[in-house]
């Protein structure tokens, strides 16, 4: 069931027969301030019935049936459970309304106004987070990223960085990710091989720089972190974990606090976001001309088959070693 025109409506899907000779038909039912609309698939309108004369015919069993009326031939048949909780409630809220009669209108309005609030609370922080994913301007991406980084060094010390090692970096990342314009800082003992942070910032840990004797195994982990971000991407990331105040302040004034910056990264270096599946990972190794069997040993992956390539090493040797080099300075 989904809400529709703002917060007073509800729809689902059902059954209908105009008389008790008429085969059934599927239909879409949707309830108003104080009438049910059936139409078809066409968006045709076939009934109208007022809510305040709805009948449920057969009360405690399912799929649920109502009536416009109680001698009414016509009858409609729900299934779905939240359209009909709202219709018994409906119903019930009618019979008291009769005991009551001025009370009948402003309990139909309460009870279509209070579902749908509902639905509008579950839908707005998801939405409002899409809308922040698409509008935020890449500046703020990048100033998010940047304090997320800075985050990280309070417990790995500043980004390793030399003249050579970043011209050696700068190689490296036009050989793999030509057209992603990143910035890659390496950063001490990361507990993560490499994480991908908002506004193209990607961190790589020396770790594999110490540990491992193949430059591509090290452009592996770079590729895989750069892949995994454009599907599920950073920023995302981070807006999941603000509620719909935090949200508000983001998208009205630009505003992310410090405390929001720290809990993420803490869930950064606590669990590291999953990589995309080997086979999608594979792909984009083979679009990058990138040998993908040593990263995938090391990553614990499937390597496959592994047919001869002409594939060239993601760094030479003289500038494989200047990277290794970088967090010695």
Known sequence: MTAIEGIDRLETTGLWRQSADD???DVFVSIGEAELVVQDKTGATL?????????????GKTPARYAPAKDADEELEVEDEDMVTAL????KAVAKGQQKPGRLRRIL???ILGAGLGLGIMWLPGAMRDQAAHLLPLAKQQDIGR???????????PPCE????REAMDRLQERILPTTPARIEVLRDLPHPALALPGDLLVLSDTPLLTQDDPDVVAGHLLAAALTAKVDRPLVAFLSGLNTLDLLRLLSAGEVTDAQVTAHVEGLLLDAPPLLPAGELRTGFAAARLAWGEYAAVAGLPRGVASPSDMTPSLDDTGWQTLREMCDA
């Open 47 to 59: 009934s109208h019935w007022s809510l305040p004369a709805l009948v449920r015919l057969n009360p």
């Open 109 to 111: 309005t309460g009870l």
């Open 162 to 165: 030399t003249v050579t090692g």
């Open 147 to 157: 304090r997320m980084l800075t985050e990280l060094t309070l417990l790995t010390g």
């Open 88 to 91: 018994d409630r409906v119903v």
């Open 23 to 25: 085969q059934r038909q």
